[in-house]
C-alpha cells in the first residue's frame, strides 16, 4: 500500500508541473486568419489517405482550399485527426480539436454527426459542420453545418459514358443488347448510395436503353476486401462495367482482373486499374472549405446546410481514360455537362424510369419527426424529382425498373 | 575441487519462495520506467524529441480538465472490466470473453433505452438497463462455464469465440431491426432518459466503478464466495475434498464476471456513446485482461494501471494531432509497457544462479 | 454449378490469408504455446511486407522492379516481422515463462500499433498514399499457371486461377502435414507440445523446440497478413482491414483440430462464409449472420470434441502451460 | 576393481528452497551389479537420481565416470552419457505409439518404422519382452507401458539404468517377470539401480544396496552380508521396536457398513470390486495393499468424492440407525451430520489450500458455517491458534502460506484441522509418509487417542510394521478386492505379504 501511496503522490507530482508548463493558448488582438493569429481549423476523417478515395479526397480538397486562402494572405492552421470511429472516440476527436482552439471542425462521415451534435452543445462558439448528414439544417443548433455536392450530377455523366462504351461493345459484336449489364457495389442500401446509382443507371439508360444494373451492397463504406468481393461477384454474373460508391480502389483493380471496365468516385482509378477505369467523378471539396473558412473570416456564415452541383464545380470529372473509352466520349461529356449546369437535363426526369411499371408521381425528401421516413417536402414537380434540393444530403430512395438489387437485407 | 566446478552452467533457474515486498514493487516500477525508456524508441526512429513527446502525452491526457475527464472516460470501462476478470482468474478460469459480456450487457441495455424511453421515468429505465445488462453479460459468461463445467470445454478458446459471435449479432442489429435512418447502420441516440446522469463533469459510471472496487476487494477476501474461488484456484481437487461443487461455482463466478462486464456496456452505452455500434467494447476486454493480471488481481493496483493506460491512450491521441505521430504510437507504448510488466514478474518469481566464480559457491540473485 | 465455382475462386482468395495465419498458428500451438498474439503478427506482416516491396521499388525505380523479387522481398520482410513479434512472446513466455495468454493480448495491441504506425507512417512521409505500382500489383494476383490449364471447364478455375500465394500456402500445408507425421523433427516437436517433461526427459531441447516453433509460426502468420495487402487490399496500407483476421485464423486452428491439411478446406470455407452474402441469398439469414457463422462452427466444433473426449481429437495436452524443469 | 566403476557421485547436495533434499552424498553405481537405493519416503532417493538424470543439478558437489568429471545439464546429457531412468510417472506421449516413444529425442535415428521395429524386437528378445511397437500408449496397461521405458532406454544403448520405484504398480507375476529382466541385464553387464522401501525386494534381486536417510548418505553394503533387520536400521537409525501404544477400547461397535462396493474409473476400468467390511468406533482398522489396489478409490468413495456403481456405505448413528451415503456429494454427507474427517494422500493437492495460511486451512471445513455471505474468520483463526499450539507446528504465523512449511507441519496443520471437526469416522491415507519418526509418532498418538475416545479410524499404510503394531484389525486390499481381513495382534507380515499380492492370501498360498 505504500508504494501505491508513493506512486500516486509522484503521479499528482507530474501532473502538477505539467499544468505549471501548459500554455494557455491567448488569441491575441489581431483578427483571425492572420500571420500572427492564425485561424485554426480541425478535419477528421473516417480513414486515412492511404484509401486512395474518400479521406483522400477530403485531403485533396482541403489542400487545395489551403493553397488558395495563403494565396489570398490568409493563414490557417489544419488540425487533421485520421483513422476515427464513428463511435465515442469521434466525440473525443471533436471535443480535442475545439479544445486546441480550432473555430472550425469539419467532419468528414455520415456516422460522425451523433457525436458531433452532443459535443456542439457545449462549444457554442465553435461551428461544427457534417458532411454529407442531413440534422445540422433543422436542429436547434446554430453552430452546426451540412454539407454535400449533387455528386448524382458526376454520377450520369459517368453513366452516359458507361452506357456508350457498352454500345460500342455491342456494336463490336463482344456482347448482345441483352447482355449490356452494370454492376454496382454500393456501401449500404441507403439513400446517398441509391441515389447516385439510379442517377448512373439513368445516365446508362439515356444512351443504351437495353441497359440493366444490379447492385451488390457490401455493408461498410471502407471495406476493402469486401467491395473487391462484391466486384468479382458481380463481373462473375455478367456485369461488363463495373462502378461504386465505397472508399476503396479495390472495386477498381477487381474490374481490371476479372477484364471488365469501371468508372470510380473519390480519385482518378485511372491509376490503379488503367486497364479497366474509364472515368471517375468526385466532389471537390475545396469549393465549400473554401466558401466557408472565407465567410467565416469575413464575419459571415453559410447557411447550416450548403449544397452546390456541377454547374459551380463542387461535382467534377477526372480525366477521360481516352486509351479504352467509346469514340466521342469526351465531345458527348462536355456537351451533358454543359446541359447539367444549364438546367436542361434533370437527371431524375420522371419521364426516363418508372416504378414498377408507373411513373412517379409522389415522393417526399425530408424527414421531420424522427422516425427516419420522409414526410415533408414534395419532391416530384416539374416532371422530374429535384434531389438536393430542400436539403443538401440525397433522398432519392425509390427502387426503379431496371436496377436490381442483390442483397437489400440492410 | 575447483576443478570439478568448470563443468557447473553459468546460468541457472530455481523458483523463488519469497522475497521483500519492497524489493517487488522496486522491481515493477523499475519496470515501467525501462517501459517509458523503450517506448522513446518509435518517437526517436520517427525524428521526434522524446521527451517533448512525453510531454504532449501528459499535457494531452492531463492537462485540461476536460482532458483529465476524458482520460478517466477511458480509464472507467478498463477498470470495471478488469475487475470483473479478477474473480475468474483468480479461480484460474481463463475468461478472455469479457469483450462479448460487455457487448452483451449493451446490447440488453440498449434494448430498454430504445424502446422503453418513453415508458418508465428516466431512473426507473435506467435500472432496468442496469439489471438487464447485467443478466445479459452473466448469461454469455454463462455459456462456456456450463461446458466448462459439463465437459471440461477449453473456456479460452470458447470465451474467445463468443466475443465475436455477439458483436456480429451486434452488426446485424445496427443494420438490421434497431437501424436508425434506414441504410444509414446506425442505431439512433438515446433519448435522455437512458443516459446516465453527471456527476463532476463525468457520467456517473465512475461512481459505479469505484463501489465496484470496493465491492470486489470485500467479495474476494472477506465472503464465502471468494474463500470458494481462492480454494478453486489452488486446487480444484481440495474445493472437491472440502465439498465444493466447482461446477457450480465456476458458472456461479462466470455468471457475476459476465455480469459486471455486462454492467461496464450499459455504463458504455448509457454514460459514453450514448449509443450501440458493433465496436461498443472497442478492445476493452482484452486490455483489461492485462490490467487485471498486471494488478495481481488487487482490486486497488487496477485503479493505478487502468489511470496509466487511459493516460496513454488519451495523450496518444495527442501526439498525432501536434507532432503528426501516427496515434496508434499508443498500442506500442502499451505494449512495450505490458512486455515490461509481465517480464518483471520473471525476476519476482525466479531466482538466477550463476556459476561460482571460484571455489567458494555463492547465490547471486537478480 | 459456376456460381459455386465462383464462390469457391473468390473464397481462396481470402482463405489464402487466414491459411498462412492458422499454419503459423498451428505450428506454434503444437509446440505447446497458445500465441494469441496472431492478430497483430498479421498486422506487422501486412505492414512489413508492404514495406519491403514498397522501398524496393522505391530504390530500384518501377521500370527496373522485378515481380518475383518483390514477392520474395514482400515474403521475407512479413516473415522477419512475425519472427520478430513472435520472438518477443517467446522470450517472454518460454524464458520468463509469463502467462501465455495475458502475453498474447499484449502482442496483439503492440503488434496491431507497430503495424497500423509503420503503415500510417510511410504514408506520413510519402506524402499521400503508398502503393504499389501496378506493375507490382498485377505480379501478386496474377496465376501461374498458363492459360490452358485454366480453361480446363469446372477444375480449371477451381485449380488453377489462383496466385502464386495460395500455392504457397498450400504447399506449406503439405509440406507442415509431412512434417508433423512422418518426420523425426516434427515428432519431436509434437511431443514437446504434448508432454514437455517427456519429451525433456527424452534429451529434446524443449527450449530451443518452442523458440523455434514460436518464431517460425510467427513468421508464417504474419505471411498472411501480407498477402492480405498485396491481395486483396488492392497493395495499399489498410488501416482496419486485418482487424479480425488474426482472431479468425485462431477460430481456424481450432476448427481444423490442429491438423495443417484441414487447414486448406477449412481456410476456403471460412473465406467462403465471409463472403457468402455477397453470392448465395438465403432471405431469411442477414448477412451478418454468415460472419459470425465460422465462430458458431468452431465452438460447436469445440464442445463435441470436449464431449467425445476423443484422444486423437484434442489440443496439445500441454497448450498455454509453460514448462520449468524444477517446478516440484 | 576401479574399471567396474559405472558413476561415482561426490559430495552431491541439492536444496530445494530452505529443504536440503541430498545432503553431501557419495555413491558409487558398478557395471554389472543391481545396486538397490534403500530409503523411506522422502528421503532423497529419486532427487539424488534425479540428478544423474539430468532433471535437477545439484548445488555443490561433482559426478564422476570413468574417473572424468560429468556436467549432466539435461536428459540429453544423461542419454550421452549413457544413462537412462524410468521414472515413477512415467514420462510417455499418450497420443503416440510405443515406437515413436521410443524414438524420441534420438539425434540420428531415421524415422524409419520397419527399422525401429526390428530393432525394438531385438531388444525385447534379447531381455524377453514383448511390446507392439505401433500400440498408442493410452491403450496400454502399466506394465505395458513400463515395458516401453525400459525399451525406450536400452534403445538408446543405456548402460547405466534407473528404475524409481519400478513394482510399485505391478502385480506380483508382473514383478517377477520384471526381475528376469533385470537380471538379463545385469549378466548383459549393465549397471542398474532400483530405487524401493520394499526389502523384499532388495533381498530378492540386488547385489549391493545404499541407504539414504533423511536426505543424507548412511551408507552402502553387500545384499550377502546382510539382513532386513540390519537394513531397516540403517534406514531409520534404529531397530525397529516400534513399541506404538496400542490399548483396547472396550465397547467397540459398527460404525461404517461398507457392501459390494464396485467403482470404475473414467476408462472402463475396474477400482474396487465388491469391497465389503465393517468399520468399527473405538478401532483402527488398517488398509494395506501395493500401491495402487484401490486404497485411494475406498476412501474416496466412502466420502463422496469418487463415483460408485455398485454397493452400499451405510453410516451407522450413535442411535444404531442406518444411513445410506452413496450419491451423497461430500456437502451432503457433512449436512446430514455424519461426522467424517479425512485425510488424504495428496496433502497439498487434495487436503490443503497451499497459498492460504493456517487460518484459511482451517476454514475448510467451516467455511459453510454462519449465516450471511461473509466468512466467519474468528473461530478459524482461534482454531488455527490451538492447533499451532498443542501440535506444535512450525510455522511464523497463522497467515504463513502451509506451501512453505517442511511436510511434516503440513500433516500436522491437515491431521489438526480433521480431528478438531470430531469426527465419528477419521480416514487417513499414509499419514506419516515423509515424515520423520518424532513427527509419526505424534500422529499415532493422534490416532490412538481419536480410537479410544471412540472414534472409528481407518488407517491407509504402506509399512506392514506400523500397521501390524499401531491397528486393531487390517483389511487387505489386493487388485480392488478384499483379500481378507486380520486381526492386526495375530497376523504376521509374512501373512499380509501374501495377501497383498494373492487374493485369499494364506488359502491360496498353501495351495502352490
Known sequence: MKKITVTLMVMLLAIGMVFANAQTEQASAAALGSAEAPLKVGLICIGDENDQGYTYNFMRGQREAQAKLEAEGYNVEWVVKFNTGEDSTCSDANIETAEEGCKIVFNNSYGFEPFMLEVAKDYPEVDFVSCTNCVSSHDDLPNTFNAFANIYEGRYVAGVLAGMKINQMIKEGKITPDQALIGYVGAFSFAEVISGFTSYYLGAKSVCPSVKMEVSFVGSWSNATAEADAAKTLADRGAVIISQHSDNTTPATAAQAAGVFHTGYNNDMTGVAPKASIISTRIDWSIYFYDFIKAYLSGEKLAQDWSKGMDEKAVVMTELNTAIAAPGSAEKMAQIMADISSGKIQVFDTSTFTVEGKKLTAAFARDTNGDFAPDTDEAVFDGAFHESYFQSAPYFTVKIDGITWLNEAF | ?366 | MSALIALVVAAVTFGTVLMFGTLGEILTEKSGNLNLGVEGIMYMGGAFGLAGAFYYEKIVGEAASSGFVAIILAILAAFLAGAVASAIYGFITITLRANQNVTGLALTIFGTGIGQFTGEFMRVKEGGFVALSNHLKDAFSSTIFPDFLKNIPVIGKMLFSHNFFFYLALILALAMHFFFSRTKTGLYLRAVGESPSTADAAGINTTKYKYLATIIGGGISAIGGMVYIVTTAGCVWNHSGLSGVGWLAVALVIFCMWRPLNAIWGSVLFGALMIMYLRVRIIFIPTEIYKILPYVVTVIVLVISSMRNNKEKQPPASLGVNYFREER | MNSNIAIEMRGITKRFGKVVANDSIDLIIKKGEILSLLGENGSGKTTLMNMLAGIYQPDEGQIFAEGEPLTIRSPKDAYECGIGMIHQHYKLVDVFTAAQNIVLGLKDEKLDLKTINSKVKEICDRYSFIIDPSMKIYDMSVSQKQTVEIVKVLYRGADILILDEPTAVLTPQETEKLFTVLRNMRADGKAIVIITHKLNEVMAISDEVAVLRKGKYIGTVKTCETSPQALTDMMVGHAVTLNIDRPKYDSQFPRLKVEGLTCVDDEGITKLDGVTFTAKGGEILGVAGIAGSGQKELLESITGLYPIKQGTVDFVTDEGKEKNLVGLTPMQIRKTGVGMAFVPEDRLGMGLVGSMGMTGNMMLRSWKKGKGVFLNRKSPEELAKKVWDELEVVTPSTSFPVRRLSGGNVQKVLVGREIASLPKILMTAYPVRGLDINTSYAIYNLLTEQKMNGVSVIFVGEDLDVLLELCDRILVLCGGKVSGIVDARTATKEEIGFMMTTVGGKEAADVQ
Open chain 2, 1 to 366: 575441487m575447483s576443478s570439478e566446478t568448470v563443468n557447473i552452467p553459468f546460468v541457472r533457474l530455481a523458483k523463488r519462495e519469497s522475497m521483500d515486498p519492497r524489493k517487488v514493487w522496486a522491481i515493477r516500477i523499475g519496470s515501467i520506467v525501462i517501459a517509458i525508456l523503450l517506448g522513446m524508441l518509435p518517437m526517436f526512429i520517427t525524428g521526434n524529441n522524446p521527451f517533448k513527446a512525453y510531454q504532449i502525452i501528459i499535457s494531452g491526457a492531463l492537462g485540461k480538465p476536460i482532458y483529465i475527464k476524458q482520460t478517466i472516460k477511458i480509464a472507467i470501462p478498463l477498470l470495471g472490466c478488469a475487475l470483473a476478470i479478477a474473480p475468474c482468474f483468480k479461480m484460474r478460469f481463463w475468461n478472455i470473453g469479457a469483450e462479448g459480456q460487455i457487448t452483451a450487457g449493451a446490447i440488453a441495455a440498449s434494448y430498454f433505452a430504445l424502446n422503453w424511453y418513453d415508458k418508465v421515468p428516466s431512473f426507473v429505465l435506467l435500472a432496468i438497463m442496469f439489471i438487464a445488462a447485467t443478466i445479459a453479460g452473466g448469461i454469455w459468461g454463462l455459456i462456456p462455464a456450463f461446458f466448462k463445467a459439463k465437459w471440461n470445454t477449453n473456456e479460452t478458446l470458447f470465451t474467445l469465440m463468443m466475443n465475436y459471435i455477439i458483436i456480429g449479432i451486434v452488426s446485424w442489429l445496427q443494420g438490421g431491426p434497431w437501424e436508425g435512418r434506414k441504410g444509414s447502420q446506425i442505431i439512433p441516440m438515446f433519448n435522455d432518459s437512458a443516459r446516465l446522469p453527471v456527476v463532476f463533469g463525468i457520467h456517473c459510471g465512475w461512481i459505479i466503478v469505484l463501489v465496484l472496487v470496493i465491492l470486489m476487494h470485500i467479495y474476494m477476501n472477506y465472503t464465502k464466495h471468494g474463500y470458494e474461488i481462492a480454494v478453486i484456484g489452488d486446487s480444484e481437487n481440495t474445493a472437491r475434498y472440502a465439498g465444493m461443487n466447482v461446477g457450480r461455482i465456476m458458472m456461479r463466478t462466470m455468471f457475476l464476471s459476465g455480469g459486471i462486464c455486462g454492467i461496464i456496456g450499459f455504463i458504455v452505452v448509457t454514460g459514453a456513446n450514448h449509443t450501440l455500434y458493433n465496436g461498443v467494447a472497442n478492445g476493452v476486454g482484452f486490455t483489461s485482461i492485462t490490467v487485471a493480471w498486471l494488478s495481481q488481481l488487487n482490486a486497488f493496483a487496477m485503479i493505478l494501471i487502468s489511470i496509466m493506460l487511459a493516460i496513454l491512450t488519451k495523450g496518444s491521441n495527442t501526439l498525432q494531432t501536434k507532432l503528426k505521430v501516427p496515434a496508434s504510437i499508443s498500442d506500442i507504448v502499451i505494449g512495450i509497457l505490458l512486455f515490461c510488466m509481465l517480464s518483471c514478474e520473471f525476476f519476482i518469481n525466479y531466482k538466477l544462479i550463476f556459476r561460482p566464480r571460484k571455489t567458494e559457491i555463492k547465490e547471486a540473485s537478480v
